[in-house]
């Protein structure tokens, strides 16, 4: 019996794909619980389209973070703390001082989280800093950190 999935089942497939499945299986279990369609015509035509339509917004999301790596990758940032005179900062830049410089300089808000920063900068000095924008995605960030 083909089934089309609304659901992930676990060693059985994602949500939108069609499977085989046994008879008793899916009309006592996947039906009634919610987690499948039968496999009908209707049903496997308008999981394709869905899949489709998917795609096609997955490789918009994907073209979209490109374009913003690449835009993050031509970004300069400049970040004023106070240090001392050998060049130690007191206190540290962290990845929420980045995000905040990069919504306040440029007006691009980017989660905090999507910093790269192993260790808090505690420096002055020029960093390269990575930002991850989407899977498999990564935009170079330069922050310059200057004495006030």
Do not use: C, H, W
């Not at 374009?67 to 206190?91: H, V, W």
């Not at 540290?92 to 306040?104: I, P, R």
């Amino acid at each position: 019996m083909k089934v089309v999935l609304l659901q992930d089942v676990e060693k059985l497939g994602n949500a939108g794909d069609i499977v085989d499945v046994k008879m008793g299986y899916g009309r006592n279990y996947l039906i009634p619980s919610g987690l499948a369609l039968e496999g009908t015509k209707e049903n496997i035509a308008n999981a394709e389209k869905a899949k489709e339509e998917r795609a096609a917004q997955l490789e918009a999301e994907k073209a979209a973070a490109e374009d913003l790596a690449a835009q993050i990758n031509d970004i300069t940032l400049n970040i004023s703390k106070k240090s001392s005179p050998e060049g130690t900062l007191f206190g540290s830049v962290t990845n929420k001082d980045v995000a905040e410089a990069l919504k306040d300089q440029k007006d691009i808000a980017i989660d905090k989280r999507k910093i790269v920063l192993v260790d808090p900068i505690r420096n002055i000095g020029s960093f390269t800093i990575p930002v991850k924008v989407y899977t498999g995605i990564e935009g170079q960030l330069t922050v310059k950190v200057e004495a006030e």
